[in-house]
């Protein structure tokens, strides 16, 4: 599983309350990653990391922001949640030309 | 990243041996295919990738068409474990970010 841990795993919501997710990593890769997946569909890629302070959008990044202040941990917030958030969010790192996902967080917003 | 076509679900029986097909009829000299599996609702786990050469590792074997347009994945001796979503990837590899794209994937049943 490349050491990568999720929290919290579940989390149920209000509109407009904001959210942090957290994804940390145990063996100080450089490339970290946030999908979303939602029913019927596959991930989708909403920010990533290259890097301590260094991070860049992805496909599906409107409503989402990132931070990395430690080379392992990869936070994701979204400021104000709205239903349409509703989703399960994987983080992934990349090591020797793959990645390797966390086991996901389940987010309702209700 | 050139885009893949894979059949929306499959039946297998336990023990035979499953064949995944995956077209990429666009796919560039230097992009990889990938192949991961998605259990239930866990995270996507890598299986395995290659770029022209057919490759076999302890979970799976890849089987690449000479003009590339076209892999099959096959599961040697299927078990119930591996009833899955496959999805099939095509990538460059290399130095930056692994911005993946995943389609819908092919639903994989493997029934006793």
């Known amino acids: 599983d490349a050491g990568i841990t999720q929290s919290p795993r579940h989390k149920v919501t209000e509109t407009g309350t904001p959210v942090t997710l957290r994804c940390h990593q145990t063996?100080?890769?450089?490339?970290m990653y946030w999908y979303r997946q939602d029913p019927g569909h596959g991930l989708r890629l909403i920010h990533y990391?290259?890097?301590?302070?260094?991070?860049d959008k992805g496909e599906v990044s409107d409503g989402y922001s990132v931070s990395r202040s430690k080379t392992e941990d990869f936070l994701l917030t979204l400021e104000s949640a709205t239903s349409s958030q509703t989703s399960v969010y994987f983080c992934a790192i990349s090591a020797y030309d793959t990645q390797y996902f966390g086991p996901g967080t389940r987010l309702t917003v209700l | 990243d050139a885009k893949t076509t894979q059949p929306p679900s499959m039946d297998c029986a336990e023990g035979r041996a499953a064949n995944l097909p995956c077209n990429h009829s666009?796919?560039?000299?230097?992009?990889?295919v990938y192949w991961y599996r998605q259990i239930h609702s866990q995270g996507p786990q890598y299986i395995i990738h290659?770029?022209?050469n057919n490759e076999t590792n302890e979970m799976a074997s890849l089987i690449i068409t000479e003009d590339r347009k076209s892999s099959t994945l096959i599961l040697p001796h299927a078990t119930l474990r591996d009833t899955a979503v496959y999805y099939c990837?095509?990538?460059?590899?290399?130095?930056?970010?692994?911005?993946?794209?995943f389609g819908q994937g092919t639903r994989l049943t493997i029934n006793p």
């Open positions: 666009t796919i560039s000299g230097n992009e990889y």
């Open positions: 990391s290259y890097g301590v302070k260094d991070t």
């Open positions: 290659g770029l022209k």
């Open positions: 990837i095509v990538r460059v590899d290399g130095e930056g970010a692994q911005k993946l794209v």
């Open positions: 063996e100080n890769h450089r490339y």
